[in-house]
């Protein structure tokens, strides 16, 4: 393998926490001293990735840049990207004043855009997706046999995304053998007697026990961002009058698969996924990432 064929990471950490309380990827893990959003750059570092894009928000670029930066590898080039209500097309700028949280994960990555010359591994800074999918994506690009135009997903068993606490939301995966087919969202997922169930367009369903869910690791390529540029301007167009609605990356991958302009190759995870969504869960996901990387 060699840089000019590594991908990027980006990682997606420019939300609010509205749930958890702000500044959730920021907040330090008790035992690890460190932040979610530090290991998963870690262990991509050790998987060769020497480019990093953090997509953030202007209220914690100073915690950024003086506590994390400085912990991360000197020879790590780390660019920083901000994202903002205010970073549309300015025909839409009538839509700002009223907009209260970011544009979603869609806009997120759109920001990293000028930073991005290649592939990249996507990721979201609050999540745990352990050292073995940085290295499947980084196989995934640098194969020999790798299509240009190919993309890639490493998806999580959903038995091991459950909370302890009660139902969750996941995008549960539609496979054809590896290959992505499409990404169902599902509401208040719970266990059943044989596998699962939730809530998709409004009706409960069942859900089988082996499915893969997806937690926004992806394996993007250069065409993604030419066609989240376009998409993104048919959304605002489309939501002018309702500023609360957010545009999400799964989708626009989604309208790629659909026009055929992609394949998306589908990763196992090997390893096991944590994420925090309420700071009560921070020591609990803290506890067990701690015992995985040194038990």
Partial sequence: ?????????????????????????????PKVGKTIMELSILDAYRAGVRHVVLVINASVREVVESRILPRLPSDLQIDLAEQSIEAIPSRFATLVPNRKKPWGTGHALLCAKAFVSGNAIVITADDYYGPTAYLQLVEHFCSADHDTSNMAIVAYPLSQTMSEVGGVNRGVCQLDNNTLVSVHEYTDIKHAESGFTGIHDKQFKSINENALASMTCWGVTQPLFAHLEYQFERFLESHDSDVKKEYYLPDCIQHMINLEQTIV??????????????????????????ELRHG
């Fill in 265 to 290: 190759r589908v990763y196992r995870s090997r390893d096991r996924w944590f994420g925090v969504t309420y700071k009560e869960e921070i020591d609990s996901v803290a506890g067990k990432i701690h």
């Fill in 1 to 29: 393998m060699t840089d000019a064929v590594l991908p990027s990471l980006v990682v997606l950490a420019g939300g609010l926490g509205t749930r958890f309380g702000g500044g959730k990827q920021i907040a330090e893990l």
